[in-house]
């Protein structure tokens, strides 16, 4: 069993990036805020809340995700958004890695980002409106895509953002398929109910070098170690328009792609609005409009018909 250390709220309850070895607290805040009705069943707002993700296997049609795949290829065959400051490279190559703030830039993304089959998921389980706090997709060539070490986005999303509170989660949108070879998602279930406090400083950037390969703000290998034992590793695979919804908290990664398959995904963080971004307790600058919206708008549900667009 994890031992957790007390919990001091009196300042920081998340507080992280200390001196001294990584320890594990409790999570204070609610995984879902209200138990309103809506898309999600009981038994699925209960798997959700105990396990921290969903997965849907079908949430968008075939010819929908065809045509926002080859929205994506279009975006991705442009080379000169890898000389933009939202693009990222793989660490070790020219291979593109990620592109950031596709909702603010590309009127398709923006749609897809308002879909009310996503949406609606998404207020059910922060109970309130939400906005975009990060949106990205993350590419994995054959052969040459690097890993995603284990992390809790709340973690930097706290420290270098300024992120308050545990009311925000991620929606991930396979592009292609997601098998056990091409380094799919893999998360540990229940993790998001215990908070890991991290060990270190924050460096000044930080961000320059952990989109590219995360080595501040990742727990030490005993706690995971101790996590996975208690909870196991799930891999969330899936076939082209699959949709993963996971807590901020719940902690994942990712292989590397080690196979000829191409995995591309699409990344849209959403916060609450009563959630809003403060000074970053790591007593840093903030990151980036095009990492962490500062600014933002909140959405509105609407129905969509992607092969219009």
């Known amino acids: 069993m994890i031992q957790s250390q007390p919990l001091h709220v009196d300042v920081d309850p998340y507080h992280s990036r200390v001196t001294g070895a990584s320890h ?152 292609t398929e997601n098998n056990e070879f091409n380094g799919p998602l893999m998360v540990i279930p229940a993790s998001h109910k215990k908070y890991v406090v991290c060990a270190g400083d924050t460096p000044r950037d930080n961000y320059k070098q952990s989109l590219r390969q995360q080595y501040t703000g990742v727990p030490d290998e005993a706690i995971l170690t101790n996590l996975i034992h208690e909870h196991g590793i799930i891999s969330s695979k899936g076939s082209i328009g699959s949709v993963t919804f996971f807590d901020c908290n719940l902690m994942h990664g990712s292989n590397s792609n080690i196979s000829p398959f191409p995995r591309s995904n699409i990344f849209f963080v959403y916060n609450s609005v009563e959630n809003m971004l403060q000074k970053p307790y790591c007593g840093l600058e903030a990151r980036p409009e095009y990492i962490a919206v500062r600014k933002p708008v909140p959405l509105t549900k609407r129905k969509i018909n992607f092969n219009d667009i």
């Open 24 to 175: 594990i607290v409790e999570r204070v805040d609610p995984v879902i805020y209200k138990n309103n009705p809506g898309i999600l069943s009981p038994e699925q707002l209960s798997f959700y809340e105990k396990n921290g993700y969903l997965v849907f296997n079908s949430l968008f049609s075939s010819q929908e995700m065809k045509h926002i795949l080859s929205h994506v290829d279009e975006l991705k065959s442009d080379a000169g958004k890898q000389e933009l400051a939202y693009s990222v490279v793989e660490p070790h190559s020219r291979e593109l890695r990620s592109l950031f703030h596709t909702h603010d830039y590309d009127s398709l993304l923006k749609s897809l980002a308002c879909d009310q089959r996503i949406l609606g998921i998404v207020e059910q389980i922060i109970g309130s409106q939400a906005y975009i706090h990060q949106s990205r997709i993350n590419f994995k060539p054959g052969f040459k895509g690097r890993d995603f070490y284990w992390h809790s986005d709340f973690e930097t999303w706290h420290m270098e953002d300024g992120m308050p509170r545990m009311r925000a989660l991620s929606c991930s949108i396979a592009l």
